[in-house]
Antibody
Framework: EVQLVESGGGLVQPGGSLRLSCAASGFTFSSYAMHWVRQAPGKGLEYVSAISSNGGSTYHANSVKGRFTISRDNSKNTLYLQMGSLRAEDMAVYYC????????????WGQGTLVTVSS | DIQMTQSPSSLSASVGDRVTITCRASQGISNYLAWYQQRPGKVPKLLIY???TLQSGVPSRFSGSGSGTDFTLTISSLQPEDVATYYC?????????FGPGTKVDIK
């Protein structure tokens, strides 16, 4: 069974930093691209970042480019999102998701971790 | 960037009704379109990929169609457990944008 468990969320002040982790199990982590998707309170889904299976290719939405960095450690079956210069508009539940083997849609999702940006 | 729109933004229908949600891409995306269901307070769930392929375990009352710029998600007979927000997503290339969502509830 595919399991994705996010951690690292919490309360951070504007301008602060946070690193999210997503521990993966139940599949060969190193064979799959991964995504981060976020959802602000009461809002829709926003695609944030993606990384290829070997980490050689990454994507960041314009809204987070230069502030967030996606990475992965295939030896630890873990996906990361390093977030910096956090703003109020970054407050959201952050989901990690596994891309399908047949395309870059999100086949499996974690439960999410809440990031609150407030002074 | 390609923009994704959905209509309607919300709808209310009776149990057993046929429900159709439309998703439109601002440029052609072939069939690189997925649909997700997010029940209230829950995690999004993949329903359909490649515009019309039903994900394993998804009830057959859900179906998808379309190609290019216009896509539809159809629920053939609405059930109480289908109360949710439905999102489309393009995935042919980055950014893999989501539509704004369509909220479905029971009349």
């Amino acid at each position: 069974e595919v399991q994705l468990v996010e951690s690292g969320g919490g309360l951070v002040q504007p301008g602060g930093s946070l690193r999210l982790s997503c521990a993966a199990s139940g599949f060969t982590f190193s064979s799959y691209a991964m995504h981060w998707v976020r959802q602000a309170p009461g809002k829709g889904l926003e695609y944030v970042s993606a990384i290829s299976s070997n980490g050689g290719s990454t994507y960041h939405a314009n809204s987070v480019k230069g502030r967030f960095t996606i990475s992965r450690d295939n030896s630890k079956n873990t996906l990361y999102l390093q977030m910096g210069s956090l703003r109020a508009e970054d407050m959201a539940v952050y989901y990690c998701a596994r891309a399908a083997s047949s395309g870059w849609y999100a086949e499996d999702w974690g439960q999410g971790t809440l990031v609150t940006v407030s002074s | 960037d390609i923009q994704m729109t959905q209509s309607p933004s919300s709808l209310s229908a009776s149990v057993g009704d046929r429900v159709t949600i439309t998703c439109r891409a601002s440029q052609g995306i072939s069939n690189y379109l997925a649909w997700y269901q997010q029940r209230p307070g829950k995690v999004p769930k993949l329903l359909i990929y490649a515009a019309s392929t039903l994900q394993s375990g998804v009830p057959s009352r859900f179906s998808g169609s379309g190609s290019g710029t216009d896509f539809t998600l159809t629920i053939s007979s609405l059930q109480p457990e289908d109360v949710a927000t439905y999102y489309c997503q393009k995935y042919n290339s980055a950014p893999r944008t989501f539509g704004p969502g369509t909220k479905v509830d029971i009349k």
